[in-house]
Structure formats: C-alpha cells, structure tokens
T-cell receptor, first 117, second 117 residues
Framework: AQTVTQSQPEMSVQEAETVTLSCTYDTSESDYYLFWYKQPPSRQMILVIRQEAYKQQNATENRFSVNFQKAAKSFSLKISDSQLGDAAMYFCAYRSYGSGNTGKLIFGQGTTLQVKP | DAGVTQSPTHLIKTRGQQVTLRCSPKSGHDTVSWYQQALGQGPQFIFQYYEEEERQRGNFPDRFSGHQFPNYSSELNVNALLLGDSALYLC????????????????FGPGTRLTVL
C-alpha cells in the first residue's frame, strides 16, 4: 500500500520570503502522480501543482515549484515570494497511474503554513 | 459554471443516529469520490461512484454507504453514528478516465462538517 508522510506539522514564513514544505512517500509503483493541495480556512481543497512520476522535469506553477526526487521518494513544494493569501494547510497527495485506476488520492497529514506580514 | 456543491454545510447529530450528506458534481463530471477529514488530519478516501455503482472503497466499515443518481449527484449515508465519525466530509468530482491513463483532476467541494454528540 502507498503512504504519504509530511513531517512538518507547522511552518512559518515572512511575507515575500521563500519557504519549502517537505513530503516523502512510499510506493512500489513506477508510474504515479504526486500533488500539492492547499486548504485555506474556508475548507475548499484547491490543487496547487501536479507532477507526473515519468517526467524528470520538476513542475512549476507561477510562484510554486516542486523538487521531485524519484529515487529518494521525496516531493517538496517551494513557495517563492510568499503572500498573506498563501496561509493555509498544505497537503501532499499520491495517485496511482494507469489503466483502471480510480483516481483515489492518498493524502499526507498536512502542513499548516503561517505567513507573517 | 458551478463547481462541486455539498449540503448541508454543518450538521449536528447524536450517537446512534443516521445521517445523509449530499453532493452535486461539477458540470460535465460523472465520477464522485468521498473523503473523510478528521480535525487536523489529511482526508481519507471512503469510496468512489461511477455509473451509479461503487467502483472502489477505502478502509471504512459498512456503516458508510453511498449512492449515485442518474444525474451523477451522490449521497453519503452513515448509520449508527459514533463520536469518531465527527469530521469534515469532502466530495470530489472528476471525469472518468479516458483510455485508462489520461489525467483527470478531482475538484473538491467545500465539505460538510459533521459533529456527533
């Protein structure tokens, strides 16, 4: 079975600074997706960024980028130029890839990010 | 374009009661997944419905059941409520995988907060 671990329950960053959230996972599969989701206090889960395991290039979305280390099973999220609106709980998630998969997401425990003005 | 909607927003029940939560998927989506998110934790997959049938189930007891209607909306039913069922229940919708390997994003609703007293 696949597992996702986020070892940082809380992180804080100064506005305009850069912060990195860590995630490790365990799987015996060779192809899969990895995600970072943001859940603000309003509760709506929002997709931040996606990485396909077969792609060596790290995904980027504006101020958000990932460091995907497949051999180490590590998937960290870097937020550059942090903004007050980035304050939220961030979840790392895993999804199997391939025929017949249901799109079931396996989430980590989450990291609460505080942004200080 | 309306996103995923869930009702009710909040619900308070007592132990032993039964509850029904409702979800309307994003327009054009045909697959609905349900997740349970305990306070301060990551979401846990309950089950997924496609073509009015349960396609995959997570590690939840039979007290948790669901249904999908011809219009793709879905219900989550929980019988014999326990204190431990208190959580945020998230619904996510997506479009069924095409060809088995296509990527399909899951869009989440705002959730229903269930409190069991």
């Amino acid at each position: 079975a696949q597992t996702v671990t986020q070892s940082q329950p809380e992180m804080s960053v100064q506005e305009a600074e850069t912060v990195t959230l860590s995630c490790t996972y365990d799987t015996s599969e060779s192809d899969y997706y990895l995600f970072w989701y943001k859940q603000p206090p309003s509760r709506q889960m929002i997709l931040v960024i996606r990485q396909e395991a077969y792609k060596q290039q790290n995904a980027t979305e504006n101020r958000f980028s990932v460091n995907f280390q497949k051999a180490a099973k590590s998937f960290s999220l870097k937020i550059s130029d942090s903004q007050l609106g980035d304050a939220a709980m961030y979840f790392c998630a895993y999804r199997s890839y391939g025929s017949g998969n249901t799109g079931k997401l396996i989430f980590g425990q989450g990291t609460t990010l505080q942004v200080k003005p | 374009d309306a996103g995923v909607t869930q009702s009710p927003t909040h619900l308070i029940k007592t132990r032993g009661q039964q509850v029904t939560l409702r979800c309307s998927p994003k327009s054009g989506h045909d697959t609905v997944s349900w997740y349970q998110q305990a306070l301060g934790q990551g979401p846990q997959f309950i089950f997924q419905y496609y073509e009015e049938e349960e396609r995959q189930r997570g590690n939840f007891p039979d007290r948790f059941s669901g249904h999908q209607f011809p219009n793709y909306s879905s219900e989550l039913n929980v019988n014999a409520l326990l204190l431990g069922d208190s959580a945020l229940y998230l619904c996510a919708s997506s479009l069924a995988l095409a060809g088995g390997t296509a990527y399909n994003e899951q869009f989440f609703g705002p959730g229903t907060r269930l409190t069991v007293l």
